[in-house]
């Protein structure tokens, strides 16, 4: 039995990553001055509450104490957290966590260890403040966000997939490879640090003299891999039980257009305190109501996947952008880590000719299965991933599945080589929406610092 007679410091909220549990925690410090908040409507600037949280893995050993934890993947627990120095003998009924760090880069992993003691069940925490409550974004801000950042302009609808090794982070880029819509902006958290690459992409390298707005962020869903750029890096404060967390200032100041997790009488999760933490740092957010469908504008149409499906599954609650031009049913689909029998799909059915793998070529369902999907010719697809990531992604079943259907081969991020005109590394690819138009230049001196010039193409 797990040794529940320590009053907690902690509360968790349990994420599962294969062989590893995720606790999202925060202080119960903190959780007691937050609780009487109903509405982010009443979440001032910087509040440092939200501060108080870190990130902790339990690797799966088949013990009881994993057995408990599994039962309860997906709620919540409460627990007395002590920092551990890894060699003396660990009591009966404790588990070793791990810190996870988000944001940094290959160096400056901090290997942290902790013990967990006093586990028991709890009730969901924060709960309207996890459900975003107060966050009520209509549809035409939506569309405006969307469109400021293409500013009225008619360039050639190209995307770009960034190199960020096990993580999402996409881009619409105009005819110089400026990026002008980002779709996620992810990057690997520590438990697959030694796939992020070792010339990171510098996103905002251009903003500030060769376009003339931010590029907004669409976040496709909540999980780590899909926002862990907006984070410069992540340090544990010894003693106080919480990391102290840097975002990057040009991340965190642009537009922000989010998913709200569905309600559904209790069956969404909501989200934890470190995604609340990256919320509450964000001026500028606005959150994609669970009602709303579909959104179209200037550069295609964003689809909401539909909340009574799997509320909570995070992987099959978030948005896909079907990028399109006016009068074209012809379309690169971006759907995040959605499985496409989850995805909502336009109406009239588009023709999917560029593919943006889902769920980094994991495990997703519908693929055979999905009419929009099967190429008329033989098409290449990307895949966003790292070199020997925890995941083991791609799957090798999954890519089959997509072969069946005609997407062959996979072109992966992964794959590196060095750019003629930055002499950077990176294995970004190009994805055109209309293979016979130019490709973008690629010659700004912000382009070429920034790292943002593609190695690989798909016609």
């Known amino acids: 039995m797990l040794n529940r007679s320590c009053s907690p410091t902690h509360s968790a909220l349990i994420e599962e990553i294969e062989e590893y549990f995720l606790l999202d925690c925060m202080t119960q410090v903190a959780i007691s001055s937050l609780n009487h908040i109903q509405s982010w409507e009443d979440v001032l600037p910087n509040d440092d509450r939200f501060e108080q949280t870190l990130l902790l893995s339990v690797k799966r050993n088949g013990l009881k104490e994993e057995a408990f934890l599994s039962d309860l993947f997906g709620q919540w627990i409460s627990f007395r957290l002590t920092e551990y120095d890894g060699k003396s003998l660990v009591p009966e009924g404790s588990l070793v966590a791990n810190l996870i760090t988000l944001g940094g880069g290959l160096d400056g992993i901090q290997n942290v260890q902790f013990l967990l003691s006093g586990i028991k069940a709890a009730k969901q925490q924060l709960k309207r403040l996890s459900l975003l409550v107060g966050l009520n974004s ?6 405006d966000a969307l469109d400021s950042g293409i500013g009225g302009e008619d360039f050639p609808l190209n995307v770009v997939i960034y190199d960020v090794g096990q993580g999402n982070a996409n881009a619409l880029v105009d005819e110089y490879g400026h990026p002008r819509l980002f779709f996620d902006l992810g990057w690997p958290t520590s438990l697959n640090s030694s796939s992020r690459p070792p010339c990171p992409p510098n996103l905002f390298s251009c903003e500030r003299e060769c376009t003339p707005v931010q590029a907004p962020v669409i976040l496709s869903h909540w999980d780590y891999d899909h926002w862990g750029y907006a984070v410069a890096n992540t340090d544990y404060v010894f003693g106080a039980g919480a990391v ?6 040009d991340a965190i ?25 990256l919320l509450a740092a964000l001026p500028n957010r606005i959150a994609w109501p669970n009602a709303l469908k579909t959104v179209k504008f200037s550069a295609g149409i964003i689809t909401r996947s539909d909340i009574k499906v799997l509320p909570a599954d995070r992987n099959n609650q978030g948005l896909a952008w079907f990028v399109m031009q006016k009068k074209s049913l012809d379309a690169l689909l971006l759907p995040g880590d959605l499985s496409f029998d989850r995805m909502r799909w336009p109406n009239p059915l588009p023709q999917v000719v560029g593919l943006l793998a889902s769920h980094h070529a ?28 925890k995941h083991k992604h791609p799957m090798s079943n999954m890519l089959q599945d997509y072969q069946s259907i005609n997407w062959h081969p996979a072109v992966r991020t992964s794959t590196r080589s060095i750019c003629a005109k930055s002499g950077k ?35």
């Not at 102290?244 to 200032?249: D, E, G, N, P, Y």
């Not at 100041?253 to 995604?275: A, D, E, F, Q």
């Not at 999905?370 to 010719?377: D, E, G, I, R, V």
């Open 362 to 389: 994991g495990a997703v369902t519908g693929i055979t299965a999905t009419s929009a999907l099967k190429a008329k010719n033989q098409k290449k697809m990307a895949v966003s991933v790292g070199l020997i990531n």
């Open 244 to 249: 102290k967390m840097t975002f990057k200032a």
């Open 253 to 277: 100041s642009r537009p922000w257009i989010v998913p709200k997790p569905p309600r559904l009488n209790n069956r969404g999760k909501g989200l934890g305190p470190t995604h609340m933490r």
């Open 138 to 143: 209509r549809k035409k801000e939506i569309k």
């Open 425 to 459: 590394q990176n294995g970004a690819i190009l994805m055109k929406l209309n293979p016979s138009s130019n490709s973008p230049r690629f010659e700004c001196p912000c382009v070429l610092i920034g790292n943002l010039v593609p190695t690989q193409s798909i016609p």
